[in-house]
């Protein structure tokens, strides 16, 4: 076979997500697809809530920037419990449960904005000769499984990485590390495919993968790294590993 593995990033490029699912809010004089609307709603049943929705959104996209910062040179992971507790200290939640309340209920809105288009599980079923890897970027590890799960893909994977459960993100070279200690394949011999310039092209090319960078977004700049090949649809994998694509 040509490759020894592939290895393919998750979110955005065999699953993606559908935003217009989620209400719609005015943030700084911008529309804003939120899971916060009915993240509010959640507390306010189940928690002494004191403060108004609007101070709520500002304050869980402050706390997404402080946990960005957190990550730090190294892309050392930050879980969405902890952002979710750190919200609720500057919100004075009192109630123990309130963290993992907001965490349930901004995941399962995420969750509900997911879906995985026909033509990615063809495929993976047109792959099943080869060992395939799962390296994503999430910091709730219980949520991509249950998508994998739901939508029949879990058991196309070998092996399968989240950035929560490695303690590490991309395109950091902690993460990577750990996967290739955890796998039996040379990097020069397998392919990756991922969609994030930084974290997917850039990471793993600097660890030697032959790259296929999947550009989705016109105007997109080019990544740090050169990938191998850039495509414009997921089936164009398989023209790579049929030697129909060089």
């Known amino acids: 076979m040509k490759f020894q593995a592939i290895f393919f990033d998750l979110f955005n490029t065999l699953l993606h997500f559908d935003f217009s699912r989620l209400p719609e ?25 004191s403060f108004s929705y ?5 304050e869980f996209i402050r706390t997404g920037r402080i946990v960005r910062e ?13 952002r979710f507790q750190i919200l609720s200290q500057i919100l004075k939640l009192e109630e123990e449960s309130a963290a993992r309340l907001i965490l349930q209920a901004h995941t399962d809105e995420m969750f509900r904005t997911m879906y995985l288009p026909d033509e ?17 970027n999430f910091d709730h590890a219980p949520t991509a499984r249950r998508a994998l799960r739901q939508f029949g ?12 459960e490695v303690g590490w993100r991309k395109p950091g070279n902690q993460f990577f590390e750990t996967i290739l200690k955890q796998t039996p ?10 969609d994030d310039p930084e974290a997917d092209v850039l990471g793993a090319g600097q660890r ?25 649809e997921l089936s164009q994998v ?9």
């Open 25 to 49: 809010v005015d943030f700084e004089g911008q529309p804003l697809r939120t899971t916060t609307v009915r993240v509010y709603e959640q507390i306010q049943e189940q928690c002494s809530v």
């Open 54 to 58: 609007q101070l709520f959104l500002e």
């Open 70 to 82: 957190m990550r730090g040179e190294e892309y050392r992971e930050s879980p969405s419990l902890q």
């Open 120 to 136: 990615n599980k063809v495929v993976l079923d047109e792959l099943s000769d080869y060992p395939l890897v799962l390296a994503s």
């Open 153 to 164: 893909i879990e058991e196309r994977f070998d092996f399968v990485f989240i950035s929560e």
């Open 185 to 194: 394949y040379e990097p020069n011999r397998c392919l990756y495919v991922g």
């Open 208 to 232: 030697g993968f032959q790259v296929a960078w999947l550009v989705q977004v016109e105007g997109i700049e080019a990544p740090v790294v050169p990938p191998r090949w850039a495509i414009q």
């Open 238 to 246: 398989l023209d790579i590993v049929n030697d129909d694509l060089d």
